[in-house]
């Protein structure tokens, strides 16, 4: 993650993260096994697929 969106994140949450005892910096060893993050050409053919699907649930 770049700092910006750790910090954009942060402040987001802020009051959660103040609640919760969160800390908002990251385990770097944690997130660089981050899951598998697909194509746009993947999602988009996953939407269709969801789409298609969701078509057949609702008999159209």
Not at 16 to 25: L, N
Not at 34 to 60: F, M, V
């Amino acid at each position: 993650y770049s700092e910006e969106l750790v910090r954009d994140i942060a402040n987001i949450y802020r009051a959660d993260f103040e609640i919760f005892g969160y800390k908002p910096e990251l385990d770097l060893e944690f997130t660089s096994q981050a899951p598998y993050q697909p194509s746009l050409a993947q999602i988009e053919k996953d939407l269709l697929k969801w789409r298609d699907d969701l078509n057949k649930i609702r008999g159209s």
